[in-house]
C-alpha cells in the first residue's frame, strides 16, 4: 500500500510537515520519500492528503454484548474505520456490563480481526450501578485499559474515592463523566433560556461543576489519576486548568456535538440533539474550544451513543440521550469549527494525547515502524447518506447533510 | 366578499410562533363569533364537512369541552379520542394513533399531550392542521388568547398594562402562553411565587421575577392566578398546601390592603382555599367565568381561521 503525497503531520516524526509518498507493507513502514516510483502496491491518493498516527476514540459505545440491535463489535468497528479512528475504547454500559475480566476477555477477543483496535474500559461498578467496586485489578491484568462506569455517573462519593484509591495500584485511570444526578432531576436539556421557552426541565451547569469539584478534590486527596469525560461546562474547563497548574494527574474530554452547537439548536425539539452532557451556551462553547486549544482539554471524543429508533423516534421528554458520532468527528469539524480547530489540533487531540494518557503503544511515523495511520483530506466533499452509515443506529442530526473534510483510510 | 385574512401559520402549536397581526386577526374574530354565541340561534355553517379530532392524551375538562363546543357551533364533524399519559407512553404509539385516525380522513387535530414539544413532534409527521391544547409544561395557547381577550374586554389595549401570574410558573403551560401573548400584545409582565416554583432563567424573557405577594398586587392591574399543580410535581417543591396557602395564597384580606381595584383571573380548576380563597373567586374583582365564556370565542377563532388555511 502507497499512499501518496500526504503531508504528515506526526511531531515526533522526522518527516513532520513533509509531503511523503508512504509505503506500508504487511503493517509495517516499508519507506518514506518524496517520490516512490513503484506502481505495484495499491494507492491511495487525493487533493491535500493528511497522514498521522492512527486515531484513538476513548469513549464508545459499543453495545456489545446485549444490546446489538443498536450496534455490535463489528458494526462499531466499520464506523469508527470510516471515521478515521484506528482505535477505539469499548465503555461498559453493555449487558452484561463489561464488569469482571470474562466481560473485558469477549471484548478482546471478539474484536480481534475486526477493522480498528478495541480496548475495554471496566466498570467502577458492580453492573455499573454505582455501589459495590467491581473486580478493577483482575480487569486490568486482563487488558482493561482504564476504568468508568461509562455514561453512568458515580453518585456516590465514597464509592469514587475508594476506586481512585484502588486504581492506584496498577496506576490505573478511572475516567468520569461529571454530573450530580440529584441536580439533574428530570432535566432534559441545558438550563437556560431555551429550557425555559420551551417549558423543559433543565440541567444546569452546576450539576456538572459540582462533581467536578468533588472529582478533583477528591483527586487531589488521593493523588490518583483522573480522566474527566465529556465536559460541557465553562466552569469546568477552569477548575481542570486550576488542577493542571497545581499538578494533580488530570486529563479531560470534551464531545464533538459540545463544540459545535448550544442550546439554541433545541428549538425545535430535534432528538438526535438531547444528549448528555447537554448542550450549553455559547459561553460554554466557546471556553470548551479554548480549553482543546490551549491543551486543558486533552481529548476529542465522538462521545458515540448508539440508540435505535423506537427510543428516539418520540416525544422530546421520552426519548433517551446519546447521538452516534463516530463516522463525522473530523468532517463535523472541518465544516464547522475549521477556523477554530487546525488539523495540528485535531491530530493532537484525536491521536498523540489519547496515546500518551493512556499509554497506548508508541506510533510514529517512521521506517520501520509498526504502521498505525490515519489518511484524511480536510477539502474532500462528501454527504452523510442514510444509506451509508455503517453504525447501526441512525441517530445523528448530521444525516444528510453535506459535509466538508473526510477520513479516507486507517492502515493497520 | 373581503379577501379573509389568514394566520401567518399552518398550526397552532403556541403562541411563541404566532405574531401581533395573527392574535389581533383572532381577537377580531373571536370577537364576532362571541356575538353569535349571544343569538337565539348559536350555530354557524362555518366547518360544515370539516372533520376535527380532539386528542386528549392527558386529563381535561373544561379545554376538551370548550373546543367540543366551539366544533360543534362551527358544525365540524367531531371525534373524540381520551387516553390517561399511562398508558400511551411511546411515540410510535402517539404517531400510530394519530394516523390511524388520519386515515379515517380527518382534517384538523385538537391535541392535549403531557410531553412538552408533542405538537412538534406530531408536525413533523403529519398533514393535518394541529392545534396545542397544552403540551405538558410548554404551552396552551389557546389559554392564553382567551385570557388576554378577557383582559381587553375590561381594560381596552394592554400596552403597558402591568400582568402578574401567580404561583406554579415551573410546572404551567399557561405562564409560558401568557407571557408570550402579553409580550407581544405590549403588555409588562411579572411572575410571583415561591422562589423554587420560579424557573431559573425566566427573567430572560423579559418578565420581572418577584416573591411577595403584596408587593405585586399592589403592582399589578390584572393578577392571574395559576392552580398548584400538584400532579405534575415530581418532589416537594413547598412543604404544605397550608403554608402555601398562607403565604402565596390569594385572599380577600390582601385585596383589601391595596388603594386600587385589580382583575381577579385564574384559568381553573381551582384549588379553592389554596392558590385563591373563595371570597375572592368569587368576588366581583374576578372574571374567570367570562374567561370561559370568552374560551369557546377564541376556540371557534382559531378552529375556523385554520380552516381557512386549506
Given at each position: 500500500m502507497i499512499i501518496r503525497q500526504a503531508t504528515v503531520l506526526d511531531a515526533r516524526s522526522a518527516h513532520h510537515g513533509l509531503v511523503r509518498d508512504i509505503l506500508v507493507v504487511d503493517g509495517v513502514i516499508e519507506a518514506i520519500e518524496q517520490h516512490i516510483s513503484d506502481q505495484s502496491f495499491p494507492q491511495i491518493e487525493g487533493r491535500e492528503l493528511k497522514v498521522s498516527p492512527g486515531w484513538v476514540d476513548?469513549?464508545?459505545?459499543?453495545?456489545?454484548?446485549?444490546?446489538?440491535?443498536?450496534?455490535?463489535?463489528?458494526?462499531?468497528?466499520?464506523?469508527?474505520?470510516?471515521?478515521?479512528?484506528?482505535?477505539?475504547?469499548?465503555?461498559?454500559?453493555?449487558?452484561?456490563?463489561?464488569?469482571?475480566?470474562?466481560?473485558?476477555?469477549?471484548?478482546?477477543?471478539?474484536?480481534?480481526?475486526?477493522?480498528?483496535?478495541?480496548?475495554?474500559?471496566?466498570?467502577?461498578?458492580?453492573?455499573?450501578?454505582?455501589?459495590?467496586?467491581?473486580?478493577?485489578?483482575?480487569?486490568?491484568?486482563?487488558?482493561?485499559?482504564?476504568?468508568?462506569?461509562?455514561?453512568?455517573?458515580?453518585?456516590?462519593?465514597?464509592?469514587?474515592?475508594?476506586?481512585?484509591?484502588?486504581?492506584?495500584?496498577?496506576?490505573?485511570?478511572?475516567?468520569?463523566?461529571?454530573?450530580?444526578?440529584?441536580?439533574?432531576?428530570?432535566?432534559?436539556?441545558?438550563?437556560?433560556?431555551?429550557?425555559?421557552?420551551?417549558?423543559?426541565?433543565?440541567?444546569?451547569?452546576?450539576a456538572e461543576e459540582i462533581m467536578v469539584q468533588r472529582d478533583l478534590r477528591l483527586l487531589e486527596y488521593t493523588d490518583s489519576r483522573l480522566h474527566l469525560s465529556n465536559l460541557s461546562a465553562a466552569r469546568s474547563v477552569e477548575m481542570v486548568r486550576q488542577a493542571k497548574a497545581k499538578g494533580l494527574r488530570v486529563t479531560a474530554s470534551v464531545a464533538v456535538l459540545n463544540l459545535l452547537l448550544t442550546d439554541e439548536a433545541l428549538q425545535e425539539f430535534d432528538s438526535n440533539l438531547k444528549v448528555l452532557p447537554p448542550l450549553r451556551s455559547e459561553v460554554d462553547r466557546q471556553a470548551l474550544i479554548r480549553g482543546l486549544q490551549d491543551g486543558v482539554i486533552d481529548v476529542l471524543s465522538a462521545n458515540h451513543i448508539p440508540m435505535e429508533e423506537e427510543n428516539k423516534k418520540l416525544e422530546f421528554t421520552y426519548a433517551s440521550f446519546g447521538a452516534i458520532g463516530l463516522e463525522t468527528v473530523y468532517a463535523a469539524c472541518k465544516t464547522w469549527l475549521g477556523k477554530d480547530i487546525s488539523d495540528e489540533l485535531l491530530v493532537q487531540s484525536l491521536a498523540i494525547c489519547p496515546r500518551e494518557i493512556f499509554g497506548l503503544p508508541k506510533s510514529s511515523i517512521g521506517v520501520g515502524q509498526k504502521a498505525d495511520l490515519t489518511v484524511f483530506s480536510p477539502i474532500e466533499t462528501w454527504e452523510y447518506a442514510e444509506n451509508s452509515v455503517l453504525s447501526k443506529s441512525r441517530n445523528s442530526h448530521l444525516i444528510g447533510k453535506k459535509l466538508e473534510g473526510r477520513a479516507l483510510a486507517v492502515i493497520r | 366578499m373581503s379577501i379573509v385574512q389568514q394566520?401567518?401559520?399552518?398550526?397552532?402549536?403556541?403562541?411563541?410562533?404566532?405574531?401581533?397581526?395573527?392574535?389581533?386577526?383572532?381577537?377580531?374574530?373571536?370577537?364576532?363569533?362571541?356575538?353569535?354565541?349571544?343569538?337565539?340561534?348559536?350555530?354557524?355553517?362555518?366547518?360544515?364537512?370539516?372533520?376535527?379530532?380532539?386528542?386528549?392524551?392527558?386529563?381535561?375538562?373544561?379545554?376538551?369541552?370548550?373546543?367540543?363546543?366551539?366544533?360543534?357551533?362551527?358544525?365540524?364533524?367531531?371525534?373524540?379520542?381520551?387516553?390517561?399519559?399511562?398508558?400511551?407512553?411511546?411515540?410510535?404509539?402517539?404517531?400510530?394513533?394519530?394516523?390511524?385516525?388520519?386515515?379515517?380522513?380527518?382534517?384538523?387535530?385538537?391535541?392535549?399531550?403531557?410531553?412538552?414539544?408533542?405538537?412538534?413532534?406530531?408536525?413533523?409527521?403529519?398533514?393535518?392542521?394541529?392545534?396545542?391544547?397544552?403540551?405538558?409544561?410548554?404551552?396552551?395557547?389557546t389559554q392564553a388568547l382567551l385570557d388576554a381577550f378577557s383582559m381587553e374586554e375590561q381594560l381596552g389595549n394592554l400596552e403597558g398594562k402591568n400582568i402578574c401570574i401567580f404561583g406554579d410558573i415551573l410546572h404551567s403551560r399557561v405562564a409560558l402562553s401568557n407571557i408570550f401573548c402579553l409580550q407581544k400584545l405590549g403588555a409588562k409582565v411579572r411572575v410571583c411565587g415561591p422562589p423554587t416554583l420560579i424557573p431559573k432563567h425566566i427573567?430572560?424573557?423579559?418578565?420581572?421575577?418577584?416573591?411577595?405577594?403584596?408587593?405585586?398586587?399592589?403592582?399589578?392591574?390584572?393578577?392571574?392566578?395559576?392552580?398548584?399543580?400538584?400532579?405534575?410535581?415530581?418532589?416537594?417543591?413547598?412543604?404544605?398546601?397550608?403554608?402555601?396557602?398562607?403565604?402565596?395564597?390569594?385572599?380577600?384580606?390582601?385585596?383589601?390592603?391595596?388603594?386600587?381595584?385589580?382583575?381577579?383571573?385564574?384559568?381553573?380548576?381551582?384549588?379553592?382555599?389554596?392558590?385563591?380563597?373563595?371570597?375572592?373567586?368569587?368576588?366581583?374583582?374576578?372574571?374567570?367565568?367570562?374567561?370561559?365564556?370568552?374560551?369557546?370565542?377564541?376556540?371557534?377563532?382559531?378552529?375556523y381561521l385554520l380552516a381557512a388555511k386549506r
Amino acid at each position: 500500500m502507497i499512499i501518496r503525497q500526504a503531508t504528515v503531520l506526526d511531531a515526533r516524526s522526522a518527516h513532520h510537515g513533509l509531503v511523503r509518498d508512504i509505503l506500508v507493507v504487511d503493517g509495517v513502514i516499508e519507506a518514506i520519500e518524496q517520490h516512490i516510483s513503484d506502481q505495484s502496491f495499491p494507492q491511495i491518493e487525493g487533493r491535500e492528503l493528511k497522514v498521522s498516527p492512527g486515531w484513538v476514540d476513548i469513549g464508545v459505545q459499543v453495545c456489545d454484548p446485549g444490546l446489538e440491535h443498536r450496534e455490535d463489535l463489528e458494526s462499531a468497528a466499520n464506523a469508527a474505520e470510516q471515521g478515521g479512528f484506528s482505535t477505539i475504547f469499548c465503555l461498559p454500559n453493555t449487558s452484561p456490563a463489561i464488569h469482571s475480566k470474562s466481560e473485558v476477555n469477549y471484548i478482546i477477543n471478539k474484536s480481534a480481526g475486526l477493522a480498528v483496535k478495541m480496548y475495554p474500559v471496566g466498570a467502577i461498578s458492580l453492573n455499573c450501578e454505582g455501589k459495590d467496586i467491581a473486580e478493577m485489578m483482575d480487569m486490568h491484568h486482563a487488558g482493561a485499559i482504564a476504568f468508568s462506569d461509562g455514561k453512568r455517573t458515580i453518585q456516590d462519593s465514597g464509592l469514587m474515592l475508594r476506586a481512585l484509591q484502588y486504581a492506584k495500584s496498577v496506576d490505573g485511570i478511572v475516567m468520569h463523566q461529571p454530573l450530580d444526578q440529584s441536580l439533574m432531576m428530570e432535566g432534559q436539556i441545558h438550563e437556560g433560556i431555551v429550557a425555559a421557552s420551551l417549558g423543559l426541565k433543565g440541567i444546569s451547569a452546576m450539576a456538572e461543576e459540582i462533581m467536578v469539584q468533588r472529582d478533583l478534590r477528591l483527586l487531589e486527596y488521593t493523588d490518583s489519576r483522573l480522566h474527566l469525560s465529556n465536559l460541557s461546562a465553562a466552569r469546568s474547563v477552569e477548575m481542570v486548568r486550576q488542577a493542571k497548574a497545581k499538578g494533580l494527574r488530570v486529563t479531560a474530554s470534551v464531545a464533538v456535538l459540545n463544540l459545535l452547537l448550544t442550546d439554541e439548536a433545541l428549538q425545535e425539539f430535534d432528538s438526535n440533539l438531547k444528549v448528555l452532557p447537554p448542550l450549553r451556551s455559547e459561553v460554554d462553547r466557546q471556553a470548551l474550544i479554548r480549553g482543546l486549544q490551549d491543551g486543558v482539554i486533552d481529548v476529542l471524543s465522538a462521545n458515540h451513543i448508539p440508540m435505535e429508533e423506537e427510543n428516539k423516534k418520540l416525544e422530546f421528554t421520552y426519548a433517551s440521550f446519546g447521538a452516534i458520532g463516530l463516522e463525522t468527528v473530523y468532517a463535523a469539524c472541518k465544516t464547522w469549527l475549521g477556523k477554530d480547530i487546525s488539523d495540528e489540533l485535531l491530530v493532537q487531540s484525536l491521536a498523540i494525547c489519547p496515546r500518551e494518557i493512556f499509554g497506548l503503544p508508541k506510533s510514529s511515523i517512521g521506517v520501520g515502524q509498526k504502521a498505525d495511520l490515519t489518511v484524511f483530506s480536510p477539502i474532500e466533499t462528501w454527504e452523510y447518506a442514510e444509506n451509508s452509515v455503517l453504525s447501526k443506529s441512525r441517530n445523528s442530526h448530521l444525516i444528510g447533510k453535506k459535509l466538508e473534510g473526510r477520513a479516507l483510510a486507517v492502515i493497520r | 366578499m373581503s379577501i379573509v385574512q389568514q394566520l401567518s401559520t399552518k398550526h397552532i402549536l403556541g403562541i411563541k410562533y404566532l405574531n401581533q397581526e395573527d392574535i389581533r386577526l383572532i381577537f377580531e374574530t373571536a370577537a364576532s363569533f362571541k356575538e353569535v354565541l349571544n343569538r337565539p340561534i348559536k350555530k354557524v355553517p362555518s366547518l360544515r364537512d370539516v372533520t376535527v379530532a380532539n386528542l386528549f392524551f392527558e386529563n381535561s375538562t373544561r379545554t376538551r369541552i370548550s373546543f367540543e363546543l366551539a366544533e360543534k357551533r362551527l358544525s365540524a364533524d367531531i371525534i373524540n379520542f381520551s387516553s390517561s399519559s399511562s398508558s400511551v407512553k411511546k411515540g410510535e404509539t402517539l404517531l400510530d394513533t394519530v394516523n390511524n385516525i388520519l386515515a379515517m380522513k380527518v382534517d384538523m387535530v385538537v391535541m392535549r399531550h403531557p410531553a412538552p414539544g408533542a405538537h412538534h413532534f406530531l408536525a413533523q409527521h403529519i398533514d393535518a392542521h394541529i392545534i396545542n391544547a397544552g403540551d405538558g409544561t410548554h404551552e396552551h395557547p389557546t389559554q392564553a388568547l382567551l385570557d388576554a381577550f378577557s383582559m381587553e374586554e375590561q381594560l381596552g389595549n394592554l400596552e403597558g398594562k402591568n400582568i402578574c401570574i401567580f404561583g406554579d410558573i415551573l410546572h404551567s403551560r399557561v405562564a409560558l402562553s401568557n407571557i408570550f401573548c402579553l409580550q407581544k400584545l405590549g403588555a409588562k409582565v411579572r411572575v410571583c411565587g415561591p422562589p423554587t416554583l420560579i424557573p431559573k432563567h425566566i427573567h430572560q424573557l423579559g418578565v420581572e421575577v418577584s416573591y411577595n405577594v403584596d408587593d405585586s398586587l399592589q403592582w399589578c392591574d390584572v393578577a392571574n392566578i395559576l392552580r398548584i399543580q400538584l400532579e405534575r410535581q415530581d418532589i416537594k417543591y413547598f412543604p404544605s398546601l397550608r403554608e402555601y396557602a398562607t403565604y402565596f395564597g390569594i385572599n380577600k384580606a390582601r385585596l383589601q390592603r391595596l388603594d386600587k381595584k385589580i382583575l381577579i383571573m385564574h384559568p381553573g380548576p381551582i384549588n379553592r382555599g389554596v392558590e385563591i380563597s373563595s371570597d375572592v373567586a368569587d368576588s366581583d374583582h374576578s372574571i374567570i367565568l367570562q374567561q370561559v365564556e370568552n374560551g369557546v370565542a377564541i376556540r371557534m377563532a382559531v378552529l375556523y381561521l385554520l380552516a381557512a388555511k386549506r
